[in-house]
């Protein structure tokens, strides 16, 4: 990875803030973002009187102020002062961005290798909703929705109700239409220039966190920074009785040995001592209180000096020699990492993972392993699907809230409770704890569903299969284990595979809703590529996919998919790409595109707007020509708007050429031209015999059908190689 650190003292341009794989993080000691609706002392809304400022002076240098900030880890940004007006400009720049033609698109994201993430150079540690909305504005929005406008947002897939009560979030929109308001009339190109060229920040390293809260609290005049942990310590154990002291300080020692011994890359224990404490206090606390959404907002908190100290040791029991032992068997043990979070401690997607089976053990400290794996997996899995990642907010008080609540330590008992809100136990993990409950085979099935579950198509949800499954409401097992080994061998490893297009080719004949569709952004049809992509598509189209998995045959999985393909109808939708396998190998990440009734269907050949493009009936023509003229040098030449088959005299010996094309409805047409000098008149009477028109650089034939336009190719050819 490559980064621009920042040095204090040095003038940096917008241009080399955002570059590399550098991030501008806006860290949870700030407040929100305020400008979209904040006025100035004259009474003019912020956003346009700083807009106003830049328009009017795009002949001059400006230096933007001081930013104030610490580097943590290596070529991440963290502000300390300066958020409001680095937002602003990045909404800016994005709003601009539409405008030109996605001419600062590399200002907006990293186009490193490493990033394949769509992650931006700005990013909001707030809180988790404003982390996720700038991450799918920049893309969905800034980058691939050219023709959306900003009271289009709120309508996307991607814009979550939980978005309108994030101030942030709505300040942002509202900068967003003013922005819009006032580039309309512009040159955006030039202005977006001079936005990267000619501003200007005199940057100031305040080192590390505590520095940078000092500083906040500071230039902000509010707030107070947090207690370090070593502040913690003479606090809470003087809390405690005197004969206790001693040995709540000899525990105390211990505590901090554990997380020094399991510190990571950070210099001290402190932070996997905060983020301990931090767990305590989300357990302790009502998940109505101010003091739990307050964490889940920044994750910052103040220990309740009041709690028992015993109980703080037998949590710290529980992490330390259940979850994470330096030595035997433990619950998490590829996640130690946990364990040393950086400063701004994990996230809550963890804390759903780790706090349920925390508070689990410690209301059953007696539980039977496997009576404590079931609830570790339960979450580990619930944590994998996207309804549950998207209402977090929601998720994590309420998973605490089922473990305080559990009747008993069987991870069944779940099925007594009321009231338990459906976006963590779903009908589909009901469906699942009841069949559990009481099979004689219940231990074989778990390990099958947490099998299954952990497939990255399904991500924790397999309810398909287990629909599959079922006979007069009896769960099959045998039937559960045959449909899932057939999945695995259809669907395994990366998904990159050259015999998952037979699979593809199979579905388009099973009349599935919706395929190919628009999986994500608005313009490129898929066949499915991502694994949320063929999750969608499953779910969307359950008994068509049983269906199609009970047609298949376990010692040939692609025999029955061959027949699907060879009996398809020829006048079916999208028959072509069902019978000519070469459209959708064409096609590196199943994606085309609908250019009109004129023009058709698109091939897309990579997975950026700059990558190649193939007119579908060009490419067709190209796969005919291909296996009927061998005399010459044919190749097909992919562009967006003008690609073609372009054939030359040999590979190496290029002295004449001709390029033929789909040019609309049942139209193809054909230039004849030499390369490295005028053609007229150069091939003597042979165009005037074709009836090739001079259209001053090349001789032409248009509005041809395709047989003729292959046939008089062909006579071309023929007559220039002889």
């Given at each position: ?244 002291q001693k040995v709540c300080a000899e525990k105390w020692e211990k505590w901090e040995q554990f997380f020094w011994k399991n510190r990571g890359e950070n210099d001290t224990a402190d932070n996997g001592l905060k983020e301990f404490f931090r767990w305590i206090m989300l357990l302790s606390l009502d998940s109505d209180s101010d003091g739990f959404k307050q964490i889940q907002k920044n994750g910052i908190f103040k220990f309740d000096l009041n709690i028992n ?72 899995n619930l944590a994998m699907i996207s309804n549950v990642q998207k209402a977090i907010k929601e998720a994590l008080p309420e998973a605490i809230r089922i473990i305080n609540e559990m009747p008993e330590k069987d991870v069944c008992s779940i099925l007594q409770l009321e009231n338990i809100s459906k976006i963590v136990i779903s009908d589909e993990v009901k469906q699942k704890l009841q069949i559990l409950s009481n099979h004689p085979q219940r ?280």
């Amino acid at each position: 990875m490559k980064y621009n650190s920042l040095s204090t003292g040095n003038t940096y341009k917008l241009k080399d803030l955002f570059s590399k794989d550098n991030k501008i993080i806006i860290p949870d000691l700030q407040r929100d973002y305020c400008w979209g609706t904040t006025q100035n002392s004259d009474g003019n809304n912020l956003v346009k009187a700083f807009l106003s400022n830049l328009l009017n002076n795009t002949d001059k240098d400006l230096n933007m102020g001081l930013l104030y900030g610490y580097e943590a880890p290596l070529g991440h940004i963290q502000l300390c002062d300066g958020q409001q007006r680095i937002t602003t400009l990045f909404l800016l720049l994005g709003m601009l961005n539409k405008k030109a033609d996605n001419s600062f698109r590399r200002f907006l994201i990293s186009e490193t290798e490493e990033n394949d993430d769509w992650e931006p150079y700005l990013q909001y540690a707030i809180r988790e909703s404003s982390l996720y909305f700038l991450s799918d504005l920049t893309r969905f929005f800034f980058i691939e929705g050219k023709d959306l406008n900003v009271s289009d947002i709120k309508q996307q897939s991607w814009y979550f109700l939980d978005y309108d009560f994030d101030p942030s979030i709505q300040n942002m929109i509202a900068t967003m239409k003013i922005i819009e308001g006032e580039i309309k009339d512009i040159n955006c190109l030039e202005f977006g220039k001079f936005i990267i060229e000619k501003l200007s920040f005199l940057y100031y390293d305040m080192e590390n966190r505590t520095k940078g809260e000092e500083t906040f609290v500071v230039i902000n005049t509010t707030g107070e920074p947090l207690s370090a942990t070593e502040n913690l310590k003479p606090l809470l154990i003087s809390r405690q009785p005197k004969e206790k002291q001693k040995v709540c300080a000899e525990k105390w020692e211990k505590w901090e040995q554990f997380f020094w011994k399991n510190r990571g890359e950070n210099d001290t224990a402190d932070n996997g001592l905060k983020e301990f404490f931090r767990w305590i206090m989300l357990l302790s606390l009502d998940s109505d209180s101010d003091g739990f959404k307050q964490i889940q907002k920044n994750g910052i908190f103040k220990f309740d000096l009041n709690i028992n100290f015993d109980t703080v040791n037998m949590y710290f029991d529980i992490v330390s020699k259940k979850l994470f032992p330096n030595d035997g068997a433990a619950l998490f043990p590829n996640n130690k990492k946990w364990l040393s979070p950086d400063l701004d401690g994990n996230g809550q997607i963890t804390w759903f993972r780790i706090l349920p089976i925390i508070q689990y053990l410690y209301r059953f400290p007696d539980a039977l392993e496997k009576d404590v794996w079931r609830v570790r997996m339960l979450f580990r899995n619930l944590a994998m699907i996207s309804n549950v990642q998207k209402a977090i907010k929601e998720a994590l008080p309420e998973a605490i809230r089922i473990i305080n609540e559990m009747p008993e330590k069987d991870v069944c008992s779940i099925l007594q409770l009321e009231n338990i809100s459906k976006i963590v136990i779903s009908d589909e993990v009901k469906q699942k704890l009841q069949i559990l409950s009481n099979h004689p085979q219940r231990e074989n099935i778990e390990e099958y569903f947490w099998k299954e579950e952990e497939n990255k198509i399904w991500s924790g949800e397999i309810k398909p299969m287990v629909q599959w499954s079922m006979t007069e409401n009896d769960f099959d097992f045998e039937l559960f284990k045959n449909y899932a080994e057939k999945f695995n061998k259809v669907f395994h490893d990366t998904l990159e595979y050259n015999e998952l297009d037979i699979t593809r080719r199979a579905l388009l004949t099973r009349d599935l809703n919706g395929y190919p569709r628009i999986f994500k952004g608005y313009t490129n049809y898929s066949f499915a590529w991502d694994y949320d992509d063929w999750h969608t598509l499953i779910f969307d189209n359950i008994e068509q996919f049983k269906s199609f998995f009970d047609a298949l045959d376990l010692n040939d999985i692609y025999k029955a998919q061959e027949e699907m393909i060879s009996s398809n109808p020829t006048d079916k939708n999208y028959d072509e790409f069902v019978k000519i396998p070469d459209l959708l190998g064409y096609c590196e990440q199943k994606k085309i595109q609908w250019w009109g009734d004129e023009l058709g269907w698109t091939l897309i050949k990579g997975d950026r707007a700059s990558g190649d493009y193939a007119n579908l009936k060009s490419y067709k023509l190209y796969l005919e020509m291909k296996d009927t003229i061998k005399e010459c040098y044919l190749r097909f030449y992919d562009a967006k708007k003008d690609s073609c088959v372009a054939i030359d005299e040999t590979q190496k010996c290029n002295t004449w050429a001709i390029d033929v094309w789909h040019s609309g409805g049942d139209n193809y047409a054909l230039q004849l031209f030499r390369r490295n000098e005028s053609a007229e008149n150069a091939f003597s009477d042979l165009p005037i015999k074709l009836g090739l028109s001079w259209n001053g650089e090349r001789y032409e034939k248009k509005d041809m059908k395709k047989d003729d336009a292959i046939n008089i190719t062909k006579e071309i050819i023929a007559s220039l190689m002889e």
